[in-house]
């Protein structure tokens, strides 16, 4: 499932392709019906794109706002204008002058009110992306419970856009184990695991790709290879000891971490 940086990092973009403009909307799929945001017409101007952890928000003239939420198979495809016929599997064409943007598979495509924008927004937990991010909520959250550290992370109530890569990663460079209750976490470390999500995804916003390793220190504009952009996310050995890499299932999701440099209790 894409994270916080890529929902973030397509905002700016489907923001700076098509806000301004006159959108030709259609649902090559039929499962939206773009009838109520372009009225009597088939365009409609976009006035801006906002982005809430993994939650895009389309909001259009007049306040029309489309909710989009990718979930696990959700995916935009960028083409210039004029496109091409669309794939019968594209729920949703935004067709502007210059840029086309589809999108297939989302978990969520659909005209919200303003209250159910709110209601949504209001769910969710500060996003480390946004500038009006408050972390207070988050603190307090994680001094009081019992969960663990692992599953609070993944939880978008408590804080959103973090998804399982950037949970496996802050982890390790905090040397925290998943399991360790939320509560037990130091209070200088869960100081650390916002700044930290603040730097990583920002800089997951630029580079488009998740790196926490060297290339999160190192200049900018020099390639990381994959195989060293991660320390134990979905790699056989750790990138720091070299010891191996476990995992386990917790709560459905599958948890990357190194034994050896994450020790528990
Ligand atoms: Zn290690």
């Not at 220190?217 to 060293?228: H, S, V």
């Amino acid at each position: 499932m894409p994270e916080g940086h890529t929902i973030h990092r397509a905002a700016l973009d489907h923001e700076a392709a098509l806000v301004g403009h006159p959108l030709r909307i259609t649902s090559p799929q039929g499962r939206f019906d773009a009838s109520p945001l372009v009225g009597a017409g088939d365009s409609a101007t976009l006035r801006r794109v906002e982005a809430y952890g993994k939650h895009l928000f389309y909001v259009f003239e007049r306040g029309r706002t489309v909710h989009v939420h990718l979930g696990l198979f959700g995916k935009f495809r960028r083409s210039p204008s004029p496109p091409k016929p669309p794939a019968a599997t594209v729920r949703l064409r935004l067709e502007g002058p210059k840029i086309t943007i589809d999108l297939r598979g989302p978990t969520a495509c659909a005209l919200v009110t303003r209250t159910q924008k709110s209601a949504l927004v209001d769910r969710l937990g500060p996003d480390p992306l946004r500038e009006d991010a408050d972390p207070g909520p988050f603190f307090s959250y994680l001094e009081r419970s019992k969960v663990p550290i692992g599953v609070a992370l993944m939880d978008q109530s408590v804080i959103a856009g973090i998804g399982n890569v950037y949970r496996a990663e802050i982890l390790h460079l905090l040397r925290l184990h998943p399991l360790v209750c939320s509560c037990e976490v130091p209070k200088d470390k869960v100081q650390e695991i916002w700044s930290l999500a603040c730097g990583l995804l920002r800089k997951g916003v630029v580079d488009g790709r998740i790196i926490t390793t060297r290339g999160f220190f190192a200049a900018r504009g020099k390639r990381i290879p994959r195989a060293e952009s991660v320390h134990v996310y979905r790699r056989h050995t750790c990138l720091t000891c070299e010891g191996p890499v476990g995992r386990f299932t917790l709560r459905a999701r599958t948890v990357h971490l190194c034994p050896h440099c994450q020790p528990y209790g």
